[in-house]
């Protein structure tokens, strides 16, 4: 079965500070792995995703992740977050046998304080 | 950006009444879906929607559910009739490839309260 974990419901941080939100995944075969993210009052929109290669992958707005196989893991980082960052992020598993299902985490809601 | 637009925002109606939730997804887009998203839990896959016809479905999509484009128009989803567990926030999605490139446009959810 295929899961998706995020520990953090909620997080606050500093504007300007670094960011990390966790994402732990969990299937058998070769995952495609996402973050999304929701503001205020929006549809969700994509940040970024991983198929293969570099496991490092760079999103929008200065968002980037690191895929670890070993650690079944996919945490989404920022250097220094903006007020604007302020939303829900959402870390989404796909994979190779299904063709049209998501599965997501249960979201983290970012609070970015001044 | 391309936008999904969902219609209505909330509804209220009482259980075994009929409700249709409609999306107007992106124009150029082949692939539809509908999630669910009960309150203070994951949002969860319910079904897909590709050339006129379901292509995959989860076990959430009951058999009082139904979905359909006609003629290019919204989306929509249809559930008759109505039960208690059914109130949710139901989001639509779509994407010009299949799921598994990313690429999905949410909608913002339709919130449905079954009383």
């Known amino acids: 079965a295929q899961s998706v974990t995020q520990p953090d419901a909620r997080v606050t941080v500093s504007e300007g500070a670094s960011l990390q939100l966790r994402c732990k995944y969990s299937y058998s075969g070769t995952p495609y792995l996402f973050w999304y993210v929701q503001y205020p009052r929006q549809g969700l929109q994509l940040l970024l995703k991983?198929?293969?290669?570099?496991?490092v992958v760079q999103g929008v707005n200065g968002f980037e992740a690191e895929f670890s196989k070993s650690n079944s893991s996919f945490h989404l980082r920022k250097a220094s977050v903006h007020w604007s960052d302020s939303a829900v992020y959402f870390c989404v598993l796909g994979s190779s046998s299904s063709f049209s299902k998501l599965v997501f985490g249960q979201g983290t809601s970012l609070s970015v304080v001044p | 950006g391309p936008k999904v637009l969902q219609i209505p925002s909330h509804q209220i109606i009482d259980m075994g009444q009929m409700v249709t939730l409609n999306c107007d997804p992106v124009?150029?887009?082949?692939?539809f879906y509908w999630y669910k998203q009960i309150l203070g839990q994951q949002m969860e896959f319910l079904v897909n929607?590709?050339?006129?016809?379901?292509?995959?479905k989860s076990k959430l999509f009951k058999d009082q559910f139904s979905v359909e484009r006609p003629d290019g128009s919204y989306f929509t989803l249809k559930i008759q009739p109505t039960a208690l567990e059914d109130s949710a926030v139901y989001f639509c999605?779509?994407?010009?490839?299949?799921?598994?490139?990313?690429?999905?446009?949410f909608g913002e959810g339709s919130k449905l309260t079954v009383l």
């Open positions: 124009s150029n887009h082949l692939y």
């Open positions: 991983y198929y293969s290669g570099d496991p």
């Open positions: 929607f590709y050339n006129g016809k379901v292509m995959e």
């Open positions: 999605a779509s994407s010009f490839g299949g799921a598994n490139t990313g690429q999905l446009y």
